[in-house]
């Protein structure tokens, strides 16, 4: 159907991890995919146009050309081989969610603007047909809860302080965002996120608190945690 070149195969948590068909499909016959990209490493999620038989009134083959691609955003850190998340999903109200990891840097998901360990919010409605690649300002839904700030990546985020968001699921009648956010030796942690948007967590509490808890294990030393977020505070979710 669609072979792409250059996804990072190269052990760990890394692969072609999303896919989103278009809501509107086959009016609009896009194909959303979520990746790590090899060299060098990043995260890519990209936008491909399908063609054949979309109406399936046939055969039903479609297929894409990766000539087509159309990147909404090519910039995401990948710099661990884990924790790159992975989810692709439209929500009832016709935004694309992205769940992104904070790759395998535990402060990183306090910093709302470095796209790691959040949830992304992105308008896909608008863009141009065919390849190219997006500025921020194109994926930017104007109802997002930071859409006026001054960083144009803290502009996408839904939701931050997350380590491993691998998957969600999104409820199909209220809309909601189901995540599991991956934990470390003792718990794993869901959160839901009710749209259009929420602060999960307070930014003192992550990424050392698990489902409420002080996380049991600092982990490995090479990803201890700075001074400057160790905070254990064992503090309930404001969202559940
Ligand atoms: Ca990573």
Redesign the pocket.
Known sequence: MLSVPGVAIDG???GLLGLAVDLEFPQRPYLYLYY?VAAP?H?RIARYTLSGDLAGTGSGAVSADAASRYDLIDDI????????GGTLRFGIEGVLYASI?E??TPCAAQDSTSLRGVILRLSTRTLPPGPGSAFRAQITPLDNLFAAAADSNLRLVAALGLRNPFRFQVDPHFGSLVIGDVGDNAREEIDVLYPPIAVLDAPAAPPRVEAGSARTSAGPTSRALPSACTATTAAPYPAS
């Open positions: 760990g948590e890394r790590d490493h995260i850190p990948d710099q661990t081989a884990e924790h790159n990891g790759d395998g």
